[in-house]
């Protein structure tokens, strides 16, 4: 176990780390830009935005914390 806990740690400081608790998919979403397609596309593409937000959302709600705020903050 510790020598893969070191392992991992290493890796993450070679390879980079992205950030947990959904804030990667969250700032992801933050990215998809709807411009210049149709109205079913845009439809497409708000779905895949919130379901980026969720985990982070979710996250945030479980820990009683206000999932709007919390995501407006990471933002």
Request: charged share 20%; proline share 1%.
């Amino acid at each position: 176990r510790v020598d893969d806990a070191l392992n991992a740690t290493r890796a993450a400081v070679e390879e980079g780390i992205v950030a947990g608790g959904g804030v990667a998919l969250l700032r992801a979403s933050a990215n998809i830009k709807a411009t210049g397609v149709n109205a079913d596309q845009a439809a497409g593409i708000n779905i895949v935005r919130r379901a980026l937000q969720a985990p982070a959302r979710q996250i945030a709600a479980n820990a009683g914390a206000e999932a709007s705020i919390v995501a407006g903050k990471i933002l």
